[in-house]
């Protein structure tokens, strides 16, 4: 009796994986549910390979199989990304070293995030969840960060904390998306010169998609965002905390109809949050690229003391 039930159990856990790994792009991406199962993949797919390798260890060859063969079209996915460029583009071609970072209202993170910012010498600088009250010594910290990028800016979002875009280019035209919904969250588009080329820029920090209105909230916001990349001819950046998985249905679509570099979730995304549940990671922070743009390093920041980790970027014009 055991053993059927272990067998059973195993098969609906078969089932289930298969439904959260090769099958999760089929699932609809306006459903809460999918939308917090489908955004752990990595974990999905560690517990594939831990069955596998138990059914082996127990000479349970088809079945262990069966475990592996879900993780397929992830190795497809990952093998078949396009290559990076050519390391010798970036002196030859403009390049932007691009940092992204939730703050969670925290002095802490932000002398964290001004430390890194200024061992980069980031280009390009977004920053959620920006507190407004900072001890002295932070707020001078910022205040000469803030001397070095002449074209930044700061704005109002939820009570008690700001956003902050940083640039060393010029801010031609900015545009801002907070219909009723999102209200607290705005979304910006943001047209850059960069050495006489046009960059457009899109920083959002969207409603995480915790009950059926925030996820209605966010997904308002992102098919805006995925509207105006769909209809805009030349280099487009996307930047922000998304509070959307890079292996979630709904992310998929955003790559799809907007036109963005992504062949892989794998390849074009970093474990970002939570933080503090470290087994838990998943990238929900991003920096991605449309256009005639090509991402050559993408990697986590430091722990800032956010829950959230620091995205970092560079970015060559192709």
């Known amino acids: 009796m055991s053993r059927v039930l272990a067998t059973g159990g195993s098969l609906l856990l078969l089932l289930a994986l298969a439904l959260l790994l090769p099958a999760r792009s089929f699932l609809p991406g306006d459903r809460l549910l999918v939308e917090t199962l489908t955004s752990f993949a990595p974990q999905y797919a560690l517990l594939a390979v831990v069955m596998a390798l138990w059914l082996w260890w127990r000479r349970r060859w088809l079945r262990g199989l069966a475990f592996m063969l879900l993780l397929v079209p992830e190795l497809a996915g990952f093998l078949g990304s396009r290559p990076a460029p050519p390391d010798d583009l970036a002196s030859a071609h403009p390049r932007l070293m691009v940092f992204s970072a939730n703050l969670f209202e925290s002095s802490r993170a932000v002398r964290s995030a001004v430390d890194q910012v200024e061992a980069l010498d980031a280009d390009l600088v977004w920053w959620s969840e920006f507190p407004r009250d900072l001890d002295p010594d932070t707020r001078a910290r910022v205040g000469e960060l803030d001397a070095r990028y002449p074209f930044g800016f700061e704005l109002a979002a939820a009570d008690g904390r700001d956003i902050r875009f940083l640039s060393r280019y010029p801010l031609r035209t900015r545009q801002t998306f907070e219909p009723p919904l999102t209200s607290g969250r705005p979304a910006l588009r943001l047209s850059l010169d960069v050495r006489g080329q046009l960059l457009t820029v899109f920083a ?16 308002e916001t992102l098919d805006w965002l995925q509207d105006e990349l769909a209809a805009l001819e030349g280099r487009a950046i996307v930047m922000g905390d998304l509070n959307t998985s890079a292996f979630a249905p709904r992310f998929a679509e955003l790559i799809r109809e907007g036109g963005l570099d992504c062949a892989s979730p794998w390849r074009c995304a970093v474990a970002s949050w939570p933080t503090f549940v470290p087994v838990l990671l998943t990238p929900i922070d991003h920096i991605l690229v449309g ?7 993408l990697r986590r920041g430091r722990f800032t003391g956010s829950d959230h980790f620091p995205v970092v970027a560079e970015i060559v014009f192709l």
């Open 204 to 219: 959002l920090h969207t409603h995480p998609p915790t009950s059926a209105w925030s996820l209605r909230a966010r997904n």
């Open 291 to 297: 256009g005639e743009l090509a991402v050559t390093q």
